[in-house]
């Protein structure tokens, strides 16, 4: 028998994959051959590309586009609120960096099933 928090996780990565297919569904009409590559790509496949693309955005933002914000920013903010929002950029970097292993361990397990 399956842990409930296993079960859990599959019921929401089901749940995401039906919803990212979806999208791509919506966004490939017109193109019956790659709606076919969509409809033989696995779900395990659709959220690994996802969990890169999320990483590889978020990690632009987190580490370059906010940086650059704040700092022009900082000469229109008071200081406790610049100083806050120097942390929300640090945690959004962080939370960046665990997305990105998150996409790396889905695709390293991925490739050992």
């Not at 996802?50 to 370059?64: P, R």
Request: proline share 4%.
């Amino acid at each position: 028998m399956a842990h409930p928090l296993q079960q859990r996780l599959d019921q929401y990565s089901a749940k995401l994959s039906a919803f990212l297919r979806e999208r791509e569904a919506n966004g490939l009409r017109g193109q019956p051959e790659m709606l076919h590559e969509l409809e033989m790509t696995t779900d395990s496949d659709l959220l690994r590309k996802f969990s890169w693309k999320v990483a590889i955005i978020g990690a632009g933002v987190a580490f370059f586009a906010a940086p650059l914000m704040a700092t022009v920013l900082r000469s229109l903010l008071p200081e406790i609120l610049a100083h806050a929002l120097w942390a929300v950029i640090k945690i959004a970097m962080a939370f960046s960096c665990a997305l990105f292993g998150v996409a790396a361990y889905l695709t390293f397990m991925y490739n050992k099933e």
